[in-house]
């Protein structure tokens, strides 16, 4: 999600703003139009941090694989590692090579592991301030 809101915020709303320069020509509503596509562009952001977050509560209401699996997979990514590089060496045990794609699944899990807590921690607390407006 991170990578996808960077993408947006900056190489999109990059190009966004090239465009806007080029076609409007009064600063005034260059800089109106400008704040209006932020502001559409975080409400959207918003919305998928949302969406992100009632798949997690959904999934945290249903049997113990559907609430467990997400930890299981972690638990299980983390013995990997441990077995390659420490459990591994210091034994004498046969150690398999840990391959790049590992590396990046490992990344992507805990990112979204990380972000998808964040987000069902956070996402109550933002509804509160927008019903409030």
Known sequence: MNKLFKWLTGDVLGIISKTVDDVVTSDEERLLLRNELQKIIS????EADKMAADIIQTE????????????ILMLSFGFIVMYSKFIAPAFGLPNAVLEPDFWALLKLGIGGY???????KVAP??????LKK
């Open 43 to 46: 409400e959207k952001a918003l």
């Open 125 to 130: 607390s933002i509804s509160k301030i927008n």
């Open 114 to 120: 990380v972000i998808g807590r964040s987000v069902e």
């Open 60 to 71: 945290a209401k249903g049997n113990f694989l559907q609430r467990s699996w997400r930890p």
